[in-house]
Structures are given as C-alpha cells and as structure tokens.
C-alpha cells in the first residue's frame, strides 16, 4: 500500500438508467420545494406548534452533517494521528463531506419560515446572542461549508492543469499551490469547526429542559454527539468505498477499511458505557424498562451501537467487505437513531401534540440525497477523486 | 499497519475533550440563585378562583392585537379559539375534574429569565430591561422556531399557513402600554380576575389574598420561582397542574443549555486552543516526514 495518491476521474457515461431515476426523484422534490415556498410549511410539512422541529432538521441536518462527517473522520486520522498510508480516503470524504454539508444547509434554508432572510445571521454580528447554540450552529455549519470546498478545490481545479483554456490554466496553476501551502490552516479550521457544531448540536435540545425526556437529557449529550459523529463518519467511508467497487467496477480498499473499523469498533462500545454510566450516575436506569416507546427506543440504540462493535471483532470478520459494510450500516443506523431519538422521540411538548412527517417532507428529503448522489457520481466521474486501479478508463491513471 | 486503538481513541477523546469539559460544571450550577426581575417588571396576576370564564378578554385581545376571529373551535361557527396559536395570543379553557372546576387563562408568562430570548439567534425576542416585557422584532426573525422548542410554556406559535411567517405571543399589549393604557385583557375584565401592574405589588397582593382565605387557596404562587420565576402569576383553587400549568423547578429554563455555551466558550479560548493545538500537530507531523503526500 503505497502513501502516494494517483487520483484520477473515473469517467463513463453519466446518464446511466439508476442517475435517470435519481434525475426524477430530484425534480419530484424540486416542484414540492416550489410548492412550500409559495404555499407555506403549513401547507406541506406536518411539523405544528408542538413539533417545530421535523424531519428536515432531524434528518437533512442533524443526521446529514454526521453522515458528512467522513472528511472530519479521516482527516483526524490522516493528519493528526499521521497515518499517511489512508490518505487515498480523504479525497473521496472531503468530497462527501462537501456535498453533505451544502446539502445540510439547503434543508435549513427549506425549513426556516422566513429564509430570505438567512443572510442577516451571519452579517448582523452586533445583534449575535452568544447563549444559543443554534446561532453557533448555523455559524459553524455556513464557515464549514466554506471551509469544505475550499479543501475539495484542489482536487477540481488539478484536472485544467493544462487545460486549453488559459484563464483555467492560470487559475489551476497559482491557486492549487497556494492551497496546498495553506493547507494546515485550512485543515485545522476543518477540524476545529465540526468539533464545535457537532457537539452544538447535542447541546440545542437541552434547552428545551423539562420537556425533553429524563433518558435523553443530559450535559453529556454534546459529547454522545461528537463521538457518533465520528462513527457516523467512517461508516460512510467504508459504504462510499464499497459503494464505488460496485458503481466503477473499483477495487475497493478493503485492508484498509478494516483496520479502520479495527479503531472504531471500540469507540462503540466507549459510547455504550458512558450512556450507561450517565444513565446511572443520573440515577434513571431503571426506566431503561419501563417498557414504553422512549425506554425500548434507548434499548433499542444500546443493541445498535453495540452490534457493529460485536461484529468486527475478529481479524477475520473485518477483512470481510461485506461484514463491514453490514456493520457499517448498523453502525450509520445506531447514530441515526440516537439523534433522531434526541430531537424528535425524546422531545415532548404535550400529549395532544403528534408529528409524523408528510409525504412531501419525505420526497424533499429522498430528492435532495438523490442530488447528492448525483453530484458525487458526476465529479468522480470527471476529477480526480478516487485513487488506485480502475478498470473502465486505464489510459487516463496519469492525470494527476 | 496502522493505527494502536490506545492512540486513536486518545486523540479522538482529546478532540471532544471540550464537550466533556461542559459535564463538570453544570452540576454545580443547580446551585444558583434566582435570577432577579427588573425592579419595574411588569406582569399579570390571575385568580382562577374570580373566573367566570366570559373570554371578554379573549375578544379585547383580539381586537388590540389586530388578530382575526378565531373559529378553528367548536363547529367551525363561533370565534372559540381552544388553544394558543397563531390567532389567539390569550385563551381562556375549563378544568373539569377530580379536583373540581375551574378556568384558565393562557397567554405569554413574560419568564424572569427566559428561554426564548435565549434561543434566539439575533435577537428577535428580546426582554426589556425596564418593563421585563418579552417582545418579538420580525426583522430580527427568520422563523427557525426555535424558540418554540425552547419555552417551557409552549407559547410562542409560528403562522404555519402563511408563505412569509411570524412568531406570534403575547408582548402584554407593549403598544398600548406606550400610550399608557393598560393590556386589554385585564382593562375589559369584568370580575378583575386578570389584573395588571407590577410584577413585586402583584405577588405582593396574591400573597395577601391566600393568606386571607386559605381554605380556598392553593397555598402557593404560581410563577413566583418556577423556571426562575415569571412575570405572570396565578393563584387557583384546584392544583396548578390541572390548569395545564407544568410543574417546574426553580431553575431557570435556559441555564443547562446555556452553562454549556459558557464553560466550553468562555472567552473563545477553547475552539482557538484546539485549533492551534492542530495546527501544531499537524505541521510537526509534515516535518517529521511520515507527512501524506496529498494535502488539499
């Protein structure tokens, strides 16, 4: 395994009949975007006076940006503990990352009532209240987004190296330097921003106090939110992997994944026992088996987070792609559980309130993963993402 | 290859160790005191037990507050609003039950220390420093509705119907009080059971009426320490908690949240100190060569 990248575009055809049907799923989500912007949440989503909070921030962005946390993930691996050999991974979760993130901030701009107005948080500095943690959040997330395709930009503008086109070619050759010089800077700023937000995250439903459930509310929230982010992060990696295997006919970088999950494994099991430690120290273990709905939902996540870390115990088993990508999913699924059951399951305003969410939220939520899948096929496709052997257009391996 | 799982989760430990640093703390901040009102605050006090459930106040606050009449109700045919929303900052229900009967009036509890203008961004809830009022500025608003998962209460309601939306709660009539009336409410009250002045002289007098009768009364005040205390006050014959009035201890209802904020950025120090600490990681792991070759 060598510490050298030789990323190259993966090329072929983009209108394959699965980015057809994506393409349809986009523009389904695209008229329903329409349709809530001209006709009002009311109208479209089933989120209430109880239920403010819905699928889109639960999902597109509490959910969305863990699972964008890959390029979070792999860069404290690469860069900080210094594991060169897994650097042919950052590209690819940079990328993710990138394309999460901005996706992320398109479901908030959706769900805010008064969006055209979004532009005022970050300008009006002298109104900012520094006790909310939602404005740290949408501060964090607008500079991560930034900070995010300031790092992937590279990646794209190496591909007019020697482009025909000399404006192209200029701005690749001077700005591609500059960046690569600046790098630590801008990767410091990357690793900084998410430690902040993620955990922020944690920290939003502890305002709501009484009216979160006793299971869910805790100080250790932030942290719970951190370390699954993290998890959350390389679980993507591993699926994003395998699923380039499958897309590109790739060879997918199954010793390295594996001692990967070597690392995160572990991490599942810290979460499990500080949850269960909180649980005691807070002295409410015992309703863990009440037998309701939030008590088994908490069962529930324990058995999810300590599954994957069950599963890749062995050498054997987690050199095995398709164990670790079961176990990744579980692993993804166990975060998202535990965050939806944060902002949604745990939350109780009353109970005469309900909330499931409508048709329409759901297709904007399916559309706009559709529009990020898309994006990550159309840019593997054309840039220097992915490294190592690929089959569907060899002649092209020099371009970087 | 690789990685010791030791030195990974050590560094990934040090990475959260700034959400962690948050969990000592907010143990010790239960201790505080109760935040202090402005000297001047303004409120209500309501006396379930003078009710007679007219919603003449119900009306007037429409009215005052240039709110449409509310049939969502009963039949679709009269202006009963049954719950806070978007058309009715003020409501007056029935309690029937085991601990007998009684009406309730619901409208913003304008809290001491309160957890909406915490929440808020930049600032469209604010509190004044003088009146104590909490009002709503929809320039400052772009309707995350955030304040809606942060109030105890359950008062402020976002116009779900609209394309351009508002928070819409009560703001005790501050336009009104600007040309020195009084809320509407409590000016069409015809029993007084809704009064208004300041919040000191009304605990002051709900004090004084359960200490003359307290056979009838529920022996304390509502509003004088819950979540740190509110400006609006009510007394009752059956139990606060029937009324829809939620059981809350005397911490302020932003402090959890917010001892969080503060310990981990105090000062900004903690993000700058992990962001240098970084950096310095990662320039003494390029200099000692076993740097990666791709570097964004």
Not at chain 1, 143 to 168: G, M
Not at chain 1, 331 to 347: I, S, W
Not at chain 2, 210 to 222: E, G, K, S
Request: net charge positive; hydrophobic share 50%; aromatic share 10%.
């Amino acid at each position: 395994m060598s510490a050298h990248v030789h990323a190259a575009p993966v090329g072929g055809r983009m209108m394959t009949p699965s980015a057809r049907a994506l393409f349809a799923l986009f523009g389904v989500a695209m008229v329903l975007v329409a349709w809530r912007l001209i006709a009002g949440l009311g109208a479209t989503t089933a989120m209430n006076d109880g239920y403010p909070f819905g699928l889109w921030i639960a999902f597109d962005v509490v959910t969305g940006t863990a699972l964008a946390c890959g390029g979070y993930a792999v860069a404290i691996l690469v860069y900080i503990l210094n594991r060169g050999q897994y650097s042919p991974l950052v590209r690819p979760a940079l990328l993710t990352s990138a394309l999460g993130y901005s996706l992320a901030g398109i479901g908030v701009a959706l769900d805010v009532g008064r969006w055209w107005d979004l532009w005022r948080v970050p300008i009006y500095f002298w109104r900012w209240n520094l006790n909310s943690a939602l404005l740290e959040i949408a501060l964090c997330i607008m500079a991560y987004v930034v900070v995010l395709w300031i790092e992937v930009a590279p990646f794209i503008l190496e591909k007019y190296r020697d482009s025909d086109n000399l404006t192209l070619r200029r701005v690749s050759r001077s700005a591609v330097p500059a960046l690569k010089k600046a790098s630590v800077w801008i990767i410091a700023l990357g690793l900084v921003l998410p430690t902040m937000h993620q955990s922020s995250l944690g920290t939003l439903m502890l305002l709501a106090n009484s009216r979160l459930h006793e299971l869910w509310r805790t100080p250790m929230v932030p942290l719970f939110f951190l370390l699954t982010c993290v998890s959350m992060g390389y679980a993507v990696v591993v699926f994003e992997s395998a699923f380039s295997g499958v897309a590109f006919g790739r060879k997918p970088e199954t010793a390295m994944l594996a001692s990967l999950a070597a690392v995160i494994a572990p991490l599942q099991f810290v979460v499990v026992v500080l949850r269960v430690a909180d649980l005691a120290m807070r002295g409410v273990l015992g309703s863990l088996f009440n037998g309701d709905l939030r008590s088994n939902m908490v069962l529930l996540e324990l058995v999810l987070f300590l599954a994957p870390a069950a599963m890749l115990m062995s050498a054997s088993s987690r050199n095995n792609l398709g164990h670790l990508v079961r176990s990744a999913m579980v692993m993804m699924f166990a975060g998202a559980l535990y965050r939806f059951d944060v902002f949604l399951v745990a939350f109780n305003p009353g109970a005469h309130w309900s909330y499931f969410p409508s048709v329409p939220e759901l297709l904007v939520t399916v559309g706009l993963v559709a529009a990020e899948v898309l994006a990550y096929v159309f840019i593997v496709r054309n840039f220097p993402i992915l490294s190592g052997g690929h089959p569907a257009a060899p002649e092209r391996q020099a371009a970087s | 290859m690789g990685i010791t799982r030791r030195a990974a989760l050590r560094t990934m430990l040090a990475g959260s160790a700034v959400a962690a640093s948050a969990v000592i703390p907010t143990e010790s901040a239960s201790a505080a005191t109760l935040p202090t009102p402005p000297a001047d605050a303004l409120g209500l006090l309501y006396d379930a037990t003078l009710c007679i459930g007219c919603k003449t106040c119900v009306v007037a606050c429409q009215d005052a507050n240039g709110l449409p009449r509310d049939t969502s109700g009963i039949d679709y045919k009269y202006d009963a609003p049954v719950a806070l929303s978007a058309r009715a900052k003020n409501v007056i229900k029935l309690y029937k039950g085991e601990e007998g009967e009684s009406f309730m009036k619901a409208q913003c509890m304008h809290c001491v220390d309160p957890a909406c203008v915490s929440a808020c961004m930049i600032g469209a809830l604010t509190k004044n420093r003088e009146t104590g009022i909490v009002s709503y500025n929809v320039d400052y608003c772009v309707g995350c509705r955030y304040c809606e998962i942060a109030c105890p209460f359950n008062v402020p309601k976002f116009e779900w119907a609209k394309a351009t939306p508002r928070i819409v709660k009560c703001e005790l009539c501050r336009e009104r009080l600007a040309e020195g009336k009084e809320p509407a409410c409590t000016e069409v009250c015809p029993r007084h059971a809704v009064i208004f002045g300041k919040r000191a002289e009304l605990l002051q007098e709900a004090k004084r009426r359960i200490a003359a009768a307290p056979d009838t009364y529920q022996a304390r005040v509502y509003g004088e320490t819950e979540a740190g205390g509110t400006q609006c006050l009510y007394i009752s014959h059956v139990p606060f908690d029937t009324l829809g009035l939620p059981s809350l201890d005397d911490r302020p209802a932003p402090e959890l949240a917010r001892s969080i904020q503060h310990t981990v950025y105090k000062g900004f120090i903690a993000p700058v100190a992990l962001y240098g600490v970084l950096a310095a990681v990662m320039l003494r792991n390029r200099r000692g060569g076993q740097a990666p070759e791709d570097r964004p």
